[in-house]
């Protein structure tokens, strides 16, 4: 059973930084890309960033313009997040099995709240 838990997020001021954490069990989730997505009140959900297998190679949203790293170990993936925006306020969601800007399993998401 495949299980992603969030944690990390919470409420900070423009500028400042969070860094996001999902662990994450069952399927050999190992092997898969994993990736970080977003949803802002009454918006879309939107892709964030992601991270293969091997950890060696991501991919961001034209948007996080380097404010943004993901990164990987064998049971966690991390979303460090920096320079932080009003407009990056969303749920954030921790994904497995991540292709393109999809993925097939997904966590229950974690909070983050920019004030101006």
């Known amino acids: 059973q495949v299980q992603l838990v969030e944690s990390g997020g919470g409420l900070v001021q423009a500028g400042g930084s969070l860094r996001l954490s999902c662990a994450y069990s069952g399927r050999a989730l190992s092997r898969f890309a994993m990736g970080w997505f977003r949803q802002a009140s009454g918006k879309e959900r939107e892709f964030v960033a992601s991270i293969d297998w091997s950890g060696k190679n991501t991919n961001y949203a034209e948007w996080v313009k380097g404010r943004f790293t993901i990164s990987r170990d064998n049971s966690k993936v991390f979303l460090q997040m920096n320079s932080l925006k009003p407009e990056d306020t969303a749920a954030y969601y921790c994904?497995?099995?991540?292709?393109?800007?999809?993925?097939?399993?997904w966590g229950r998401g974690t909070q983050v709240t920019v004030s101006s």
């Open positions: 994904a497995a099995g991540v292709v393109l800007t999809t993925a097939a399993w």
